[in-house]
Structure formats: structure tokens, C-alpha cells
């Protein structure tokens, strides 16, 4: 993740410190339990949509060499989806 870069755009953004810190980590959080070595790998090889439709799909049949296991409900799904759909507005900014 170009994590220093992305910090700058979510500030530029208008996004709290609060917000962009809590951003950073749920990406940070997919790329460690599914473990996906580097966000941007994953961005460059489908744009991220294998990933954003395994969210959609309540992270079942992971195309992952890990799966990803949340206790609770779909709502944390649902903010990793929207931290992700974050970065990737962030890629297609530059």
C-alpha cells in the first residue's frame, strides 16, 4: 500500500485524522488475513474486483490462500468493502 501517499489524498480529501487512520488499517487488515502481499499487486491485477465481489459475497469461497473470518455481523464487511473502494479511488486519482 502506498500508505504515506494515501494518508495525504484522504487528508486532502477533507477525511479526520480519525477516519484516514481507521481507513489505512482495514486496508492494512485485508492485506494481512488473506494474506495478499501488497494491495497494489492485487489493484493492478483485476483492479481489485476479485476482491471487492468476495466482499459482496459475505467472504465466502475465498479466492485466497486464507479466508477472511469476522465475527459479527455483515456490517464489518461492509466497511472493509468501503475502505477498499477508497484506495481504489485513490488509484484512479493519480
Request: glycine residues 4%; hydrophobic residues 25%; proline residues 2%.
Amino acid at each position: 500500500m502506498k500508505e504515506l501517499e494515501y494518508r495525504k489524498w484522504l487528508k486532502n480529501s477533507g477525511y479526520s485524522k480519525k477516519m484516514e487512520s481507521d481507513l489505512v488499517s482495514r486496508i492494512k487488515r485485508l492485506e494481512t488475513r488473506l494474506s495478499i502481499y501488497d494491495i497494489d499487486e492485487e489493484y493492478q491485477h483485476d483492479k481489485c474486483s476479485r476482491l471487492l465481489k468476495y466482499l459482496s459475497n459475505g467472504c465466502k469461497d475465498s479466492p485466497y490462500s486464507k479466508t477472511l473470518e469476522l465475527p459479527g455481523t455483515s456490517k464489518q464487511y461492509t466497511v472493509l468493502k468501503y475502505a477498499l473502494k477508497k484506495y481504489i479511488d485513490f488509484l484512479e486519482s493519480k
